[in-house]
């Protein structure tokens, strides 16, 4: 078996995870809107969140996939449970202002025997929209669930981590592709072009996966906007140009960041480098088990600080598995106010983006907190690429 | 100026066909989440839609973009309104379960003074949780105006058809790359990689955008689950491969699927084209101003029934300007039920899929309702391509 495989046993300790949580909170049934939780839950892979689907977990049992009749067959093709628990509805209620496929999955809760008591739903996550929750809400007493199951995903076992390490190749060699092919002049589709075809052909012998978020890779004043997309304007001299990116393994995210200037750069953007390095550092010798978030958080923007710099927003997150429109796992922030205690086996997309008057600075780090401390998943060089 | 540039008359005559959808449901603002609706109304276009953000109307003046401070630089660098109509939250906000960002916008309904009367919220939208409902709920009224939007970019101006066009240029050249390059013992990734690379460096001078869903590409069995997206598996003689793809420039995109057959295919696969075939020629002959939806999906499934074969889903939907995850309009559908009148320059994806009991075939045709007729957008032939 690939060692990046999850065998039942570990789909089985996921399951007893959710169940505890359910627990704790008072909840008798769970539905999952988060395609990303709903992978996690029983391997369910497909582009089919654009119509509503969900995976429901009673008090026993496997969990339950529900969504659009077709989109059946390939949970049949990718779930671990058996045809019992894989459950369509009919195509008439897929965008029909007429009726909403929610009224069949109440009637699938009440065959179940699931409807009498607490039911837990995402409240705060995309593909669980408030027209969803008003349905169900007529013949179910709803609670919020919202980051029940995410929650449950924050430390991962050794296969996920291999993934997590396939990824990483993946990404690595989009950066070194796109220090290779980049150059003044080049229109920045057909660098994007490069940077989708190395990712799909994967790295290291595997083979990638399409991210949560496509390739940002603003230039110049756009840099000074973190989530434009591109166009075919040429690349410039004078200008930094961002690459904020992953690699995907079988829906496991290594996201990394690096900036790329043509010709000398400016002193502040040397300035800002050096910045960013040294905060760099003091985040991988404070990060490790015990450390908090915003412990983090705090040895990253004093260090900043001192350089003279400043940056409002967190300065990183959780990462694993991910669908989109976000590679986060949306539990932990690494910013102040969030006390979560580090634990082995989580990993973070340490984000020290700078954003400077007329461009920008990323120098990004996944990384696995250990036994012992903290290790980067990537090798490539912290530093401004720089091409003269 | 480029055809298929928007000027400041398009955006005006697009905020006068919102508005008067407004008055005519009664609404005295209207919060839009979609980020095609909100893109329609204004030009922003940035990848910050996993956080909340919205447009919101109100009863006279320009819209308001609303979302993300970090992403306000974006909208400044996208969108036609000025600087005062341009509202970021604090970063805090983001994904933090002790605050939520719609408290921000409630706030900022107050501040315009739209907050008294009737607010449209898109209840049924990706990107509009169940969450963001109960925090706005707490202090505006709300109504369902899901769809409101949508309904009204339905007819394409011709800046929006010039773009759908270049869209169509970009589909037919990843068509021929796929043809090109597809062979037996090829791991589909690679094929995945070149459509990708093909579908960004654009055609006929024009680059190309990201589409809303990824490339569809399954083989065989796995192209009876729809929605199935790649790995590195080789595809294989004897099989039917599924390419699902769309070509996209500037967020409007042409959706076109075709299947390739590696050796001679088997005789069912022979009369699933021909049944396809004479029922597409059926609905070309249908299609026109006056027609409606549903008499689209019958005359296709009435050509589909006397050829033996059966199809339970719609048979095509509205597109035009999308974003992740779908790239349909959501609004319209061929299928029973739907008596929505065609008209000139609304734009549908034809779509007959028929999946058969191991593998399936996929010949689908994006058309232009015309002052006269219909007029399909891509020139690639209409049949089963076979490589042998």
Redesign the interface.
């Known amino acids: 078996m690939d060692t990046a495989d999850f065998d039942q046993s570990e789909y089985a300790a996921r399951l007893a995870r959710i169940r505890a949580a359910m627990a704790r909170d008072g909840l008798d049934a769970l539905i999952l809107s988060d395609p990303s939780n709903m992978a996690w839950a029983t391997g369910y ?6 119509v509503h689907q969900a995976v429901v977990i009673g008090p026993e049992g496997a969990p339950v996939w529900w969504g659009r ?3 059946a ?2 949970a ?3 779930v671990w449970m058996g045809d019992d628990d894989i459950v369509g509805y ?3 209620y ?5 009726k ?1 496929p929610m009224e069949t999955l109440a009637a699938l809760l009440v065959e179940r025997g699931w409807s009498g008591g607490r039911v837990g ?1 995402e ?12 349905v169900l809400a007529g013949s179910l007493t709803l609670v ?1 669930a ?2 029940l199951a995410n929650w449950q995903r924050a430390i991962k076992s050794a296969a996920e981590i291999e993934r997590m390490r396939r990824a990483a190749r993946i990404v690595e060699a989009m950066h070194r592709r796109i220090l290779e092919v980049a150059e003044p002049g080049l ?1 920045k ?2 660098l ?3 940077i ?3 990712g ?3 790295a290291g012998g ?5 991210p949560a ?2 390739p ?1 890779t603003p230039s110049g ?2 840099a ?9 304007r040429p690349m410039r001299v004078g200008e930094a140009h961002f690459f904020e990116i992953a690699g995907v393994y079988r829906r496991y995210h290594c996201p990394q960041s690096r900036t790329l200037f043509f010709g000398e750069p400016p002193a502040k953007y040397r300035r800002a480098e050096a910045a960013v390095q040294e905060a760099t550092a003091a985040v991988l010798a404070t990060a490790g088990p015990g450390a908090t978030c915003e412990e983090i958080a705090a040895a990253f923007n004093g260090t900043l600080g001192r350089h003279g710099f400043h940056k ?3 300065t990183g ?1 959780s990462i694993g598995l991910s669908y ?3 590679w ?1 796992e ?1 539990t932990m ?1 690494l ?1 102040r ?1 969030d006390r979560t205690e580090l634990k082995p086996g989580m990993v973070f997309h340490f984000m020290p983006a700078l ?1 400077l008057d007329d461009g920008g600075i990323e120098i990004t780090e996944p990384i696995l907190i250990t036994e012992t401390g903290v290790e980067r998943l990537c090798t490539l060089p912290g530093e401004l690429f720089v091409k003269t």
Chains 1, 2 share one sequence.
């Open positions: 892979d497909g582009w089919s969140f654009y009749a077709m989109d067959a390939g049949r093709r990718t009919d195509d008439s897929v965008q029909n202002p007429q909403h739903v409240m705060d996550n995309y593909y669980y929209s408030a027209k969803a929750h008003a919020d919202t980051g229109p589709h057909h994007v072009a490069e989708l075809r190395t799909t052909l994967g595997h083979w990638g996966d399409y978020i496509v940002m004043l756009d000074t906007a973190p989530h434009l997309t591109w166009d075919d409002d927003s967190r997150y989109p429109p976000d986060g949306r922030s910013r106010g954003w």
